[in-house]
């Protein structure tokens, strides 16, 4: 007979188990909570405990996200949502760090815009939506403006913020070196202020599908937020609910993208 | 051997909207080619003012700094600066962060990079060239931090309390290490500290500032027995109590006045 040697584990091995075993248990549960809400969900729109026309059921959303896939409008929506969101994304991220790099090399600029900034940063967004159209027309680019809209301001403060609290020792070594203003920023502030660049990132495509979604409503004959507004006005519900849920998947899945990328940068970085 | 770099009648005061402050008034010293000079005094005296003014990174109000370059030449001598902290950066290895000096000046020559390589085998830190600075011990961090300032072949090196941030026994061993490293390699040193043995056991010659607005109270030329080789000899030499006592009575003076 082997020895059973395997029977015996060390005390490290029993953390890893453990450890494992949690993890698998968290996913457990989640993936129950999501299981259960759907079948609750479905058993009282067939059971007639809720008015599945207004509630609509997991069942009918399959149906209507498989009519809308025949219609072959589906991916379409899809598409130009996403396409918008990570086009407004892409330019909220650009925009805000070449303004929050002017901001910090020109101390006077940044005095004088503070204010502005914090003004614009904390008005309502979606009010700006119906001049947008009116100046731009409906479109993409509307979307895509609203969408930037509504992550930019408070962007740029988040990356300018950043920018200042960098160690200003770490300035002065750059300056005890002979180095200008300019080798500051690129070689101490730019740098020491990924973390913080890339967790505002985290937000920005959160805010930027917001602002996209707003403009949708307003200005769009394609994309989810289209979708939404088209069902409710023609009482279709389970068109409203089925782009919701999309919109949920959607988010996620950018979540993961921005957080796959901070975890990258963190492993390249150290 | 003559003076490198002399001030004379040295002013600074800072301003901001509940008045002004006098930081450094009349201050007058030289510097001889090689010498280690320390300049203690009173915490929040107006030392680090000084040696930024020495640095060239804040421009005195009043007084005039001299030069006297060996060969004759005007120019301001190339000066090497070391803070309160190492601020190696993590997220460049040591080696980027050894050249980061003579990067800034796109200087990184087959020369300067065959020299920060001597450097860094002399001072035992050739195989942690591709680590990160958190994996090195604080003396390692202090040895590259000044490798990253000899990187620059500096004349005159100024040291601001380098040593303060580290623990009392690795401070020891590491203020006598590097300082023996900056002898051996010829330069001309002013380090600023508020211990009154590290200053006796470094320098040459200590200068005692007085409370703020800082002048020059007193100097003090070292000459110690050293009974040893070793790191902490100057700390064993017959003559250190007698400067201790010396420096002591000067600083309680300017304290409890």
């Given at each position: 007979?082997?020895?059973?040697?395997?029977?015996i584990?060390?005390?490290?091995?029993?953390?890893?188990?453990?450890?494992?075993s949690?993890?698998?248990?968290?996913?457990?549960?989640?993936?129950?909570?999501?299981?259960?809400?759907l079948?609750?969900w479905?058993?009282s729109?067939?059971?007639?405990?809720?008015?599945?026309?207004?509630?609509?059921?997991?069942?009918r959303?399959?149906?209507?996200?498989?009519?809308?896939?025949?219609?072959?409008?589906?991916?379409?929506?899809?598409?130009?949502?996403?396409?918008?969101?990570?086009?407004?994304?892409?330019?909220?991220?650009?925009?805000?760090?070449?303004?929050?790099?002017?901001?910090?090399?020109?101390?006077?600029?940044?005095?004088v815009?503070?204010?502005?900034?914090?003004?614009?940063?904390?008005?309502?967004?979606?009010?700006?939506?119906?001049?947008?159209?009116?100046?731009?027309?409906?479109?993409?680019?509307?979307?895509?403006?609203?969408?930037?809209?509504?992550?930019?301001?408070?962007?740029?403060?988040?990356?300018?913020?950043?920018?200042?609290q960098?160690?200003?020792?770490?300035?002065?070594?750059?300056?005890?070196?002979?180095?200008s203003?300019?080798?500051?920023?690129?070689?101490?502030?730019?740098?020491?202020?990924i973390?913080?660049?890339?967790?505002?990132?985290?937000?920005?495509?959160?805010?930027?599908?917001?602002?996209?979604?707003?403009?949708?409503?307003?200005?769009?004959?394609?994309?989810?937020?289209?979708?939404?507004?088209?069902?409710?006005?023609?009482?279709?519900?389970?068109?409203?609910?089925?782009?919701i849920?999309?919109?949920?998947?959607?988010?996620?899945?950018?979540?993961?993208?921005?957080?796959?990328?901070?975890?990258?940068s963190?492993?390249?970085?150290? | 051997?003559?003076?490198?770099?002399?001030?004379?009648?040295?002013?600074?005061?800072?301003?901001?909207?509940?008045?002004?402050?006098?930081?450094?008034?009349?201050?007058?010293?030289?510097?001889e080619?090689?010498?280690?000079?320390?300049?203690?005094?009173?915490?929040?005296?107006?030392?680090?003012?000084?040696?930024?003014?020495?640095?060239?990174?804040?421009?005195?109000?009043?007084?005039?700094?001299?030069?006297?370059?060996?060969d004759?030449?005007?120019?301001?001598?190339?000066?090497?600066?070391?803070?309160?902290?190492?601020?190696?950066?993590?997220?460049?290895?040591?080696?980027?962060n050894?050249t980061?000096?003579?990067?800034i000046?796109?200087?990184l020559?087959?020369?300067?990079?065959?020299?920060?390589?001597?450097?860094?085998?002399?001072?035992?830190?050739?195989?942690?060239?591709?680590?990160?600075?958190?994996?090195?011990?604080?003396?390692?961090?202090q040895?590259?931090?000044?490798?990253?300032?000899?990187?620059?072949?500096?004349?005159?090196?100024?040291?601001?309390?380098?040593?303060?941030?580290l623990?009392?026994?690795?401070?020891?061993?590491?203020?006598?290490?590097?300082?023996?490293?900056?002898?051996?390699?010829?330069?001309?040193?002013?380090?600023?500290?508020?211990?009154?043995?590290?200053?006796?056991?470094?320098?040459?010659?200590?200068?005692?500032?007085?409370?703020?607005?800082?002048?020059i109270?007193?100097?003090?030329?070292?000459?110690?027995?050293?009974?040893?080789?070793?790191?902490?000899?100057?700390?064993?030499?017959?003559?250190?109590?007698?400067y201790?006592?010396?420096?002591?009575?000067?600083?309680?003076?300017e304290?409890?006045?």
């Amino acid at each position: 007979m082997k020895p059973q040697n395997k029977q015996i584990l060390t005390i490290q091995e029993q953390y890893l188990r453990q450890h494992k075993s949690h993890h698998r248990q968290i996913s457990f549960l989640r993936f129950f909570l999501l299981g259960i809400f759907l079948l609750l969900w479905e058993v009282s729109a067939d059971l007639g405990w809720i008015d599945s026309f207004f509630f609509s059921s997991p069942h009918r959303v399959i149906l209507c996200l498989g009519e809308l896939w025949a219609e072959r409008s589906l991916p379409l929506h899809i598409g130009i949502t996403l396409l918008e969101t990570i086009l407004s994304f892409l330019l909220v991220f650009l925009v805000s760090l070449l303004l929050s790099t002017l901001l910090w090399f020109s101390r006077q600029l940044s005095e004088v815009l503070e204010p502005y900034l914090v003004l614009l940063n904390s008005l309502p967004k979606s009010a700006l939506a119906p001049l947008f159209i009116v100046w731009l027309g409906t479109g993409i680019n509307t979307i895509i403006i609203a969408g930037i809209s509504v992550a930019v301001f408070g962007s740029i403060i988040s990356f300018y913020t950043a920018f200042h609290q960098v160690d200003p020792e770490k300035e002065i070594l750059i300056r005890t070196l002979g180095g200008s203003r300019r080798d500051i920023f690129f070689k101490v502030v730019l740098p020491g202020s990924i973390p913080t660049l890339l967790s505002t990132t985290k937000v920005n495509i959160g805010l930027s599908l917001v602002g996209v979604i707003i403009g949708e409503f307003l200005a769009a004959r394609q994309g989810l937020g289209y979708l939404i507004i088209y069902g409710s006005q023609v009482f279709q519900l389970d068109m409203v609910i089925s782009s919701i849920l999309l919109l949920c998947i959607i988010a996620m899945l950018l979540y993961l993208l921005t957080q796959s990328l901070e975890h990258y940068s963190k492993k390249h970085r150290s | 051997m003559g003076a490198l770099i002399e001030l004379k009648n040295i002013g600074y005061s800072y301003h901001n909207l509940a008045g002004e402050t006098g930081a450094i008034k009349d201050v007058s010293f030289q510097v001889e080619e090689g010498e280690f000079v320390a300049l203690v005094g009173p915490s929040g005296c107006g030392k680090s003012t000084l040696l930024s003014i020495i640095a060239g990174l804040l421009a005195p109000e009043t007084g005039t700094i001299v030069v006297n370059n060996p060969d004759g030449s005007l120019h301001y001598p190339r000066i090497g600066y070391m803070l309160q902290h190492d601020h190696l950066f993590e997220w460049r290895t040591i080696y980027q962060n050894v050249t980061l000096g003579p990067e800034i000046h796109h200087s990184l020559t087959k020369e300067r990079i065959g020299y920060v390589k001597q450097l860094l085998s002399d001072y035992g830190l050739e195989s942690f060239q591709n680590k990160r600075p958190s994996e090195l011990s604080g003396g390692m961090k202090q040895r590259a931090a000044l490798i990253r300032t000899l990187a620059l072949d500096p004349q005159l090196l100024l040291l601001d309390e380098p040593f303060s941030a580290l623990d009392y026994q690795t401070r020891l061993m590491v203020s006598a290490d590097i300082c023996r490293l900056i002898r051996k390699a010829g330069k001309t040193m002013i380090i600023v500290t508020h211990d009154l043995s590290e200053a006796i056991s470094l320098a040459d010659k200590v200068y005692v500032l007085s409370a703020r607005p800082a002048t020059i109270k007193a100097v003090l030329p070292i000459h110690l027995t050293l009974p040893d080789e070793s790191l902490l000899a100057a700390r064993n030499a017959p003559e250190f109590p007698y400067y201790f006592k010396q420096l002591w009575e000067e600083l309680t003076d300017e304290t409890t006045k």
